[in-house]
């Protein structure tokens, strides 16, 4: 294996600290009982809706898999704003924005957050068993803190938010290079998320995250189609 490329999953103890079980230890940026809970919320959201995703997390490392359920509780929550198909598409167009907006002041602030004046699923609330605007604020917190201590580029997390957003509309591609730019931003960017919470090597890593979850993508499209 080229020693340039090499991805490796990092498992001995450091500065980044971890959450084991529902209970925060080790070197977090804020060790408070309200990052606790927003890591709680996350792996709660990944248990119940995360499926095969969920359980694969559990073969890592346990503040690994902490930090993987709070990236998926990121993208699923992203994702369920485009996928609501029972409300208008305005309607979604407004809450993505929202959403945009509250992650872009997320990482502007410091922690702990507060709630938003209004959560971006606020329409969504008959969605939900919790109060929007309550898992938004948490979801975030943990975001926040993964990102500051993986120190992940916040381009991807938007890439995956304009991604979601070009999901409302119906649209052909002409060019595979139009699919594959599409895929990059619904699955490429997770890819390049995982990578850093995982720990990598050189920069033909990062391309490869990209091609792999350009691989998923088009198997999903293949689903679809089949």
């Not at 995956?160 to 699919?179: A, H, K, M, P, Y």
């Amino acid at each position: 294996m080229d020693e340039t490329a090499v991805v490796r999953v990092m498992t001995t103890p450091g500065s980044q600290g971890h959450v084991t079980g529902m209970r925060l230890q080790g070197g977090r940026s804020l060790e408070t009982a309200q990052l606790s809970e927003s890591y709680q919320t996350c792996i709660q959201l990944a248990r119940r809706t995360g499926k095969n995703f969920y359980y694969s997390f559990l073969t890592l490392p346990r503040r690994l898999a902490d930090d993987m359920c709070v990236l998926y509780a990121f993208m699923r929550w992203t994702d369920d704003l485009a996928d609501a198909e029972e409300l208008p598409t305005g309607i979604r167009e407004v809450a993505i924005h929202q959403w945009r907006e509250h992650v872009r002041s997320a990482l502007q602030s410091p922690l702990p957050l507060s709630p938003p004046a209004g959560s971006t699923q606020d329409l969504f609330e008959p969605l939900n068993t919790m109060s929007t605007r309550l898992i938004d604020t948490q979801i975030l917190t943990a975001m926040v803190d993964v990102v500051r201590r993986y120190q992940m580029p916040e381009k991807y997390l938007f890439d995956v938010i304009n991604g979601v957003e070009s999901d409302l509309e119906s649209r052909q591609f002409q060019t595979f290079q139009q699919l594959e730019e599409y895929c990059y931003h619904v699955a490429g960017a997770v890819g390049l998320c995982c990578i850093h919470i995982w720990g990598f090597e050189g920069e033909r890593a990062e391309k490869q995250a990209i091609d792999c979850g350009t691989a998923f993508q088009l198997v999903n499209v293949l689903r679809d189609l089949s």
